[in-house]
């Protein structure tokens, strides 16, 4: 993978300079955390995730609450929730966002990263909602080339498992699948590789900056609201022995087991 480059758009880094990592347990935030840490010119003060209260879960991902304390223990990072509701509006999620940002700037921290790769609109949004809380953005994989990006998470022996799926571009089989090659070859031609277009979310469960594996099982799936999320649920001492993960989708619970590398 090609080292960090941050365009001159983005916050420059100063040694142990404090940032936020906007977090959804997916892989897009997952290497952005990861280059920044690369880096060494900051310090993560925490993982900053929009949860829906009503379901307990990571808000679009739909990864329960339980896991993603579990991700965050592994990683050896805080963790900072923000909670919503299931209906929330615009309003109600940037007042809980901007409670969490006046906290964090209080503490010295003035910078917020972020995993977004090419859809300028988002960007946009993120830097000028920031710049109300004089803060700022920095977004180390802007404009990675979205099939590079994806093969390079994979090399780089990162593991995740695709938690939903739009309904309108992708069938139910897809979630719960492991995002590999098999994966991405299986993905129609008018799919992002990177789902970057919300085609599909996912969840990084081991890699390079993880301590140990988090386990889990497979699920039913469900439709809702146009997509089809596939529930992971925690297995008994959810964090292990690093290992590759036999993911099976299925509405069958199919739990990860350890296995040599």
Known sequence: MNEISTPSSNAPGVANTAVLISWSGGK??????????????????????????????????????ELLEKQATSLGLPLHQV????????????MRMGEAFSLHREQGTGLVVFGDLFLEDIRIYR???????????VFPVWQRDTSSFVKDFIQLGFKAVV???????????FAGRLIDEAFLSSLPGHVDPCGENGEFHSFVFDGPIFAEA????????????????RDLLPEEGSCGRRSDANVNAGNERTPLRNRAR
């Open 214 to 229: 988090v386990e889990f099982g497979i699920g039913e799936a469900v439709l809702r609201e146009g997509f089809w999320f």
């Open 127 to 137: 830097e000028q909602f920031l710049a109300r809380h004089n803060m700022r953005g």
């Open 163 to 173: 938690t939903c799926v739009n309904s309108q571009v992708l069938d139910q089989s």
């Open 83 to 94: 909670f919503i509701s299931k209906d929330a509006t615009n309003e109600e999620y940037e």
């Open 28 to 65: 897009d935030s997952c290497v952005a955390l990861y280059e920044i840490q690369r880096t060494r010119d900051y310090r993560v003060a925490a993982l900053l995730t929009t949860l829906t209260r009503d379901y307990d879960r990571i808000s679009m991902h739909g990864v329960r609450r």
